[in-house]
């Protein structure tokens, strides 16, 4: 169980009330919230609010989809390593990061965002012709995000880019869309 002091900054489990701890008692808590009305809860209704410098985000993102492939030739060959890009890439929030429960609906499209640039570079970079990028179905937000940025990668960098709907028998109905690079 959490110990908490006056002056900590606190949020109610299961609600979006905030504030900070002005009076404890062994089973209950009284709270200023963030309107300056005083509230109490049990204990175990009220957890620690961490600042947001405590939330580190991250601006590198691992693509957790590389494979590492070894190229083994001969006795006389030298071992190489080799990355391979992948052909799709999930960007499932829990595909990308460990731990999401502290991040909100806006990082976590910017991080799903900075994984789908990344990971249409690498695959120009690479010279594939083909590549998926599974966003799923949800709300279409993602999806949205991701077709203005192929059509502002398309009319502003002149690359040659065609994208649709992924095959619904491997990706399902719109979950996924295929991007084919013309050059």
């Given at each position: 169980?959490?110990?908490?002091?006056?002056?900590?900054?606190?949020?109610?489990?299961?609600?979006?009330?905030?504030?900070?701890?002005?009076?404890?008692?062994?089973?209950?808590?009284?709270?200023?919230?963030?309107?300056?009305?005083?509230?109490?809860?049990?204990?175990?209704?009220?957890?620690?609010?961490?600042?947001?410098?405590?939330?580190?985000?991250?601006s590198k993102i691992v693509a957790k989809d590389r494979v590492v492939a070894k190229q083994v030739l001969?006795?006389?060959?030298?071992?190489?390593?080799?990355?391979?890009?992948?052909?799709?890439?999930?960007?499932?929030?829990?595909?990308?990061?460990?731990?999401?429960?502290?991040?909100?609906?806006?990082?976590?499209?910017?991080?799903?965002?900075?994984?789908?640039?990344?990971?249409?570079?690498?695959?120009?970079?690479?010279?594939?012709?083909?590549?998926?990028?599974?966003?799923?179905?949800?709300?279409?937000?993602?999806?949205?995000?991701?077709?203005?940025?192929?059509?502002?990668?398309?009319?502003?960098?002149?690359?040659?880019?065609?994208?649709?709907?992924?095959?619904?028998?491997?990706?399902?109905?719109?979950?996924?869309?295929?991007?084919?690079?013309?050059?």
């Amino acid at each position: 169980m959490q110990t908490f002091r006056i002056g900590d900054s606190v949020a109610v489990l299961h609600d979006t009330i905030k504030g900070k701890v002005v009076e404890l008692s062994s089973s209950s808590v009284r709270i200023e919230d963030e309107d300056g009305f005083l509230r109490s809860y049990p204990l175990n209704k009220v957890v620690l609010q961490q600042s947001k410098e405590d939330y580190k985000i991250e601006s590198k993102i691992v693509a957790k989809d590389r494979v590492v492939a070894k190229q083994v030739l001969s006795k006389n060959t030298m071992v190489k390593n080799i990355v391979k890009t992948p052909a799709e890439i999930d960007l499932h929030i829990e595909e990308l990061r460990e731990y999401t429960t502290h991040l909100t609906n806006f990082e976590i499209v910017q991080i799903q965002m900075t994984a789908c640039r990344a990971f249409v570079q690498d695959a120009l970079a690479a010279r594939l012709k083909k590549i998926v990028v599974i966003h799923g179905k949800g709300e279409g937000v993602l999806k949205s995000e991701i077709h203005q940025y192929l059509d502002r990668l398309a009319n502003g960098s002149g690359i040659q880019l065609d994208y649709y709907d992924a095959p619904y028998n491997e990706y399902g109905m719109g979950g996924a869309t295929t991007i084919s690079f013309n050059n």
